[in-house]
């Protein structure tokens, strides 16, 4: 039977970070993932905004070029241009950022497990028993600790007795080469409530790469149908007779703020399965690196001292106190799902004070968590 000091089951972007890290400091790590490669199944459109692409260590053959520049339309498809004179946004190029994070993992000692599912745990003289399903049989591990990084609906989570999310949207999202775009490249979100409802239709492009995406409550829409009419919405706006689908992604993207208990003695949270997402935004990838990095951290000392009071400080309460005006803003964009009301507020996007406040959502430095 394998024995480690911490077991992670996720191999997304959360669960690679904390892995490396955690292996980089000694511990025995073992990294579970139900996928055959991590370029599988990729969930998330990968916009890394500024503060984590400088503040982390991101090869950079990883991102694609930078991005200052962001476009909202209106329901009627009215357009908004806010400019930053920074470089704002870099698309990450993710099958690569995971492949090339799971080296790392590997080279400072991380056991990697693929093709494997979690089952179940059970506890006994403070080591916890882990049953794993590797599609051809169960097998067992022994940790001293176990990280659920294991998504939105995270079985792990349940198990360890922790908090689960509630409330989340879903998103579908195709992948092209070879797009072209009138203007320069940028981010583009258009706000309709029939075709995204209480979310956004996107493009991101980069120049390289183009994604198309839509996402909204789970049962006001259909993604699908939603994405291939959002398509077929903007042959105006997007060349794609020269494209070259290259992926389809999607997934469910928890919306209603850090979950508050997220760590007990037995195990933690990171990622999406501690609702380390923007409410508003749905940005997910800046608190999943600073989270990760600050779960890695805690458990390392955890470990080494075995006092509980150092789990304190990894409490979803003090990060939620952060993030009330965003928890607010998610709950009034739930609730507009009228057209016109929507126009009237674009409009208003003209006047000073609003069109500060948008600026400071698509180029807003302030992060979450804020674990300093």
């Keep these: 039977m394998v024995s480690c000091d911490v077991a992670i089951i996720g191999a ?18 073992v990294l579970v993932d139900r996928k055959t490669t991590l370029d599988q199944k990729i969930h998330t459109t990968g916009i890394f ?7 982390f260590d991101i090869p950079d053959d990883c991102l694609g070029p930078p991005l200052n520049h962001v476009t909202l339309y209106s329901p009627a498809r009215r357009a908004f241009d806010f400019i930053s004179e920074h470089d704002e946004f870099r698309i990450g190029r993710m099958g690569l950022l995971y492949h090339r994070y799971l080296n790392q993992c590997l080279a400072a000692g991380v056991q990697w497990m693929p093709e494997t599912s ?15 399903d590797t599609g051809r049989s169960v097998s067992s591990i022994t940790t001293r600790y176990l990280i659920a990084g294991d998504g939105a609906r995270s079985r792990v989570a349940r198990d360890l007795k922790l908090d689960l999310n509630h409330e989340w949207i879903v ?19 258009f706000l309709d409530p029939k075709l995204a409802p209480g979310y956004i239709a996107w493009i991101a492009h980069d120049g390289e790469e183009t994604h198309l995406g839509v996402g909204g409550y789970p049962q006001a829409f259909s993604p699908a149908s939603a994405l291939a009419k959002f398509q077929a919405s903007i042959a105006d706006i997007v060349d794609l007779r020269k494209a070259k689908q290259i992926e389809r992604r999607g997934g469910y993207i928890p919306v209603g703020g850090v979950l508050k208990n997220i760590a007990n003695t037995r195990g933690l949270l990171i990622g999406d399965a501690a609702g380390a ?93 804020d674990v300093n």
Aim: glycine share 8%; with cysteine; charged share 20%.
């Design 118 to 132: 979690y089952l179940e745990h059970s506890e006994s003289n403070g080591k916890l028993t882990v049953l794993l």
């Design 49 to 55: 905004v500024r503060r984590t692409f400088v503040d």
């Design 277 to 369: 997402v923007s409410p508003l935004t749905a940005g997910g990838l800046d608190p999943c690196m600073r989270l990760s990095a600050f779960a890695a951290k805690v458990v390392v000392e955890y470990l080494s001292s075995g006092n509980p009071q150092v789990l304190e400080a990894y409490s979803g309460e003090l990060f939620r106190s952060k993030f009330a005006s965003r928890l607010w803003a998610r709950r009034v964009a739930s609730t507009l799902s009228q057209r016109h009301l929507l126009e009237l507020i674009c409009a208003f996007l003209r006047l000073p004070l609003l069109n500060r406040l948008a600026r400071h959502v698509f180029f807003g430095r302030s992060s979450f968590p």
């Design 12 to 29: 997304g972007l959360a669960g690679l970070q904390c892995a490396r890290l955690l292996a980089q400091q000694g511990l025995k790590v």
């Design 171 to 189: 998103g579908a999202e195709v992948v092209f080469a070879g797009a072209v775009i009138q203007g320069p490249p940028r981010l583009l979100c």
